[in-house]
C-alpha cells in the first residue's frame, strides 16, 4: 500500500502562481511514476504531469511552459509548480502513483484525496 498526501491547493489571481505537494509513504517500488491529474467539473480525470524515477517527464500540452513537475526521491514527494495560471486551470488536483514500472505482471495505482485549485478571472 502506498499513501499519498496533498498539499498547496487554493484560491488565486488568473496569472498567479501555486505550488502543490505530494508527499508518499508506504511501500514504494523501486522503479515508479508520480505525477498529478486533474477533474473539472463536468469533465474527465486528466494527466497534468508526471515523473518516473528514471527522471522522464510528461506533461499535457495545455499546461506546457507554465507548469513544473519536480521529485524530492529522499522524502518521496513529488510538487507541481504552477505559474501563469488560467481560469480553466480550475479543478480538483490529484496525486497519483503508479509502480512498479515496465513489463510486470500487475502495477499498482493509487491516488490522494484531492486538493481544489480555483483561478478567478
Known amino acids: 500500500q502506498v499513501q499519498l498526501l496533498e498539499s498547496g491547493g487554493g484560491l488565486v489571481q ?3 502562481s501555486l ?5 508518499a509513504s508506504g ?3 523501486s522503479s515508479n ?11 474527465q480525470r486528466e494527466l497534468v504531469a508526471s515523473t518516473a524515477t528514471g527522471g522522464t517527464t510528461n506533461y499535457a500540452d ?11 526521491n529522499a522524502k518521496n514527494t513529488v510538487y507541481l509548480q504552477m505559474n501563469s495560471l488560467k481560469p480553466e486551470d480550475t479543478a480538483v488536483y490529484y496525486c497519483n502513483y503508479k509502480g512498479p514500472l515496465g513489463l510486470v505482471v500487475r502495477r499498482y ?5 484531492g486538493t481544489q485549485v480555483t483561478v478567478s478571472s
Open 14 to 16: 488568473a496569472g498567479g
Open 19 to 23: 505550488k502543490l505537494s505530494c508527499a
Open 62 to 72: 495545455s499546461v506546457k511552459g507554465r507548469f513544473t513537475i519536480s521529485r524530492d
Open 27 to 29: 511501500s514504494m517500488h
Open 33 to 43: 511514476s508520480m505525477g498529478w491529474y486533474r477533474q473539472a467539473p463536468g469533465k
Open 109 to 113: 495505482d493509487y491516488w490522494g484525496q
